[in-house]
């Protein structure tokens, strides 16, 4: 597992959000971008993390972020995920891991003495000119926003 890190360049990508309507790297231009990749819509830690950046959401767009969320889940996985708890940021549905192998956080992990490949949460700041300014290994689910903002 290649991991992008502080100073890479994030290569461009193309996915499909929970609606079906295409998503790119370069929609967001000029613009700083938090990409953070949950292992499963709809469970206990991903929920939590999601439902944090939704309620800090004013915040961390005063701040100038754009948020973008990133998980292996169809599309129709995704819409029920953000319309359950009515995120307002684009959650793409990464099917074919485009996304997830370009920031590298697909891997081998370990639940329970069980090892299995999956999706590493993490979170990358992506600053205006698609240049990885800060990752976020360890990410606090119930207190992420503050984790961003605290730069």
Known sequence: MKTLKVGEKVPNFTVNDETG???SLSDYKGKKLVVFFYPKANTPGCTAEACDLR????ELQDA?????????????????FKNKY??????????????????????PKKFMGREYDGIHRKTFIVDENGIVSRVIDKVKTKD??????EA
């Open 21 to 23: 309507t295409p998503r």
């Open 144 to 149: 992420h926003a503050a984790q961003i903002l």
């Open 55 to 58: 309620d800090h959401y004013k």
């Open 86 to 107: 009515d995120f307002p940021f684009p959650l793409l549905a990464d099917e074919d891991k485009e996304v997830i192998n370009a920031f590298g956080v697909w891997g």
């Open 64 to 80: 100038g972020y754009e948020l973008l969320g990133v998980s292996a889940d169809s599309e129709r996985k995704q819409a029920n």
